[in-house]
């Protein structure tokens, strides 16, 4: 099993809808979850990071986490085409070991 | 306040020779780490270092990399005889304290020929 899951997409997603992306992993003693977005050829950029359990806004972006079901998922509200992208999740693993999901492609179609 | 450098961006390799990847931390940071990341794949981790010091080389393969981060200077990611499998994208974050702060350089593309 991996340690972090994602479904690789791609997803496809009409413009102005709204973009859910789902992840779970397999340490139940993870802590500490994250969100990257990476455009192709580009480097990754955090997003959004969650400890509790429950849902975190930021503009656009909610992050929830279910401690209980071993799942984190990232909604993207009124999904824009600069929003096209791949997005990974992440778990700290240890002290300072980020271990990534392969992460899910999502383009958001005009 | 520059970011994260790596160089160099691209760097191509005939079988057999080595590579040097440098990563240059953010000003204040002393925390560096590696991943690497295939064709359509995550990122995977590599090696955690501080200065002078390999804290967490889990991820490394235990032949042909090394990596140090010495007090002075860049850090290093160094592959022996690289071979085609090695071809990908190597990108390095630092961060001051802990790894959720951490920012990620552009990395640096290994193309093995």
């Known amino acids: 099993q991996k340690e972090v899951e994602q479904n690789s997409g791609p997803l496809s997603v009409p413009e102005g809808a709204i973009a859910s992306l789902n992840c779970t992993y397999s340490?139940?003693?993870?802590?500490?979850f994250f969100w990257y977005r990476q455009y192709s050829g580009k480097s990754p950029e955090l997003i959004m990071f969650i400890y509790s359990n429950g849902d975190k806004e930021d503009g656009r972006f909610t992050a929830q986490l279910n401690k209980a079901s071993q799942y984190v998922s990232l909604l993207i509200r009124d999904s824009q085409p600069s929003d096209s992208a791949t997005y990974l999740c992440?778990?700290?693993?240890?002290?300072?070991?980020?271990?990534f999901g392969q992460g899910t492609r999502l383009t958001i179609n005009p | 306040n520059a970011g994260v450098m790596q160089n160099p961006r691209h760097l191509v390799r005939r079988r057999g020779q080595e590579a040097r990847l440098r990563c240059s931390p953010m000003?204040?940071?002393?925390?560096v780490y590696w991943y690497r990341q295939l064709p359509e794949e995550g990122l995977k981790f590599m090696v955690y270092l501080q200065k002078e010091n390999i804290i967490d080389e889990s991820g490394m393969p235990k032949e042909r990399f090394s990596a140090e981060f010495p007090k002075e200077g860049p850090s290093i990611l160094r592959i022996q005889q690289v071979v085609r499998g090695d071809s990908a994208a190597y990108f390095c974050a630092s961060s001051s304290d802990r790894v959720t702060e951490a920012f990620f350089g552009q990395g640096t593309r290994l193309t093995v020929v």
């Open positions: 000003k204040g940071h002393s925390h």
């Open positions: 992440a778990v700290i693993q240890g002290a300072q070991k980020l271990v």
């Open positions: 340490d139940r003693g993870s802590q500490s």
